[in-house]
């Protein structure tokens, strides 16, 4: 059975280093709250509920903040993509494999093609495209599904499918975490607030359409090394991406 949630939050608290009142229901206050920010990374709860919590380091806090910190994401994988966390903990095995996600580490050297506005076009591309391609679909846009095909690629030659507005100076850095400005959404009802002094379609959309394709992306058998960037692939289903 799952853990209690008291006792998930007693082990938390522990952790942190603090005392929430938990009998009485209350939440910690914005002080506890960081402190809990700042020094877990992540908290696994296990298929048998098992808690497993991992402590952090600065740049996993930073990531929290919203403060740009690309290894934040790749605390336990190395530029050469080879796992460097732990073997077990407790009843469960740790992941034995990974991919290092930086930029730097997946890295698109070749022609940039683009910007495309239409499936075709993009679908077009993805077919010419040499190993460390980029393919750019113009921000704003929505294309339909997509076949990846099998390219033979390495980890020095990725494709890259962008949006243009990657480009733009009000594009968040890497590793900071978007918002809904980024799609021309300045706020949100009943949402907290988030930083939006400047709202831009700045994201591309691959989007299954509603008849004749089941999902919006298709890999060709063998395919790999395909990355994408402010392109969110969804399903028909989905009208608009932030709600």
């Known amino acids: 059975m799952n ?12 952790i942190a280093g603090i005392s929430p009142d938990i009998s009485s229901g209350r939440s910690p206050d914005s002080e506890c709250r960081a ?74 050297p070749g022609t940039v093609r683009g910007p495309d506005s239409t499936t075709a076009a ?16 113009t921000a704003g846009v929505t294309i339909g599904a997509i076949s990846l095909p099998a390219k033979g690629c390495d980890n020095a030659h990725w494709i890259t499918l962008e949006s243009s507005g990657v480009t733009n100076a009000g594009f968040p850095a890497e590793g900071t975490r978007v918002t809904p400005c980024v799609a021309n959404v300045a706020s949100l009802p009943n ?39 402010a392109a969110p692939a969804r399903p028909e289903s989905f009208t608009t991406w932030w709600t």
């Open 122 to 137: 993009v679908q077009n591309d993805l077919i010419a495209a040499a190993c460390g391609d980029t393919i750019k679909i």
């Open 191 to 229: 949402r907290p607030a988030y930083p939006c002094p400047s709202p831009a379609a700045l994201m591309a959309n691959i989007q299954q359409p509603t008849t004749g394709v089941s999902g919006p992306l298709h890999f060709g058998a063998g395919a790999d090394h395909y990355r994408l960037s």
């Open 3 to 14: 853990q209690p949630k008291e006792n998930v939050a007693r082990r938390v608290a522990e």
């Open 35 to 108: 402190a809990i920010a700042s020094k877990l990374l992540r908290v696994l709860v296990l298929a048998m509920g098992t808690l497993a919590v991992y402590p952090a380091n600065v740049a996993s806090a930073d990531s929290l903040n919203n403060v740009p910190s690309a290894a934040a994401h790749n605390e336990y994988c190395s530029p050469s993509s080879v796992w460097t966390g732990g073997a077990t903990d407790g009843p469960a095995n740790l992941p034995t494999a990974c991919n290092n996600t930086a930029l730097a580490n997946t890295p698109s």
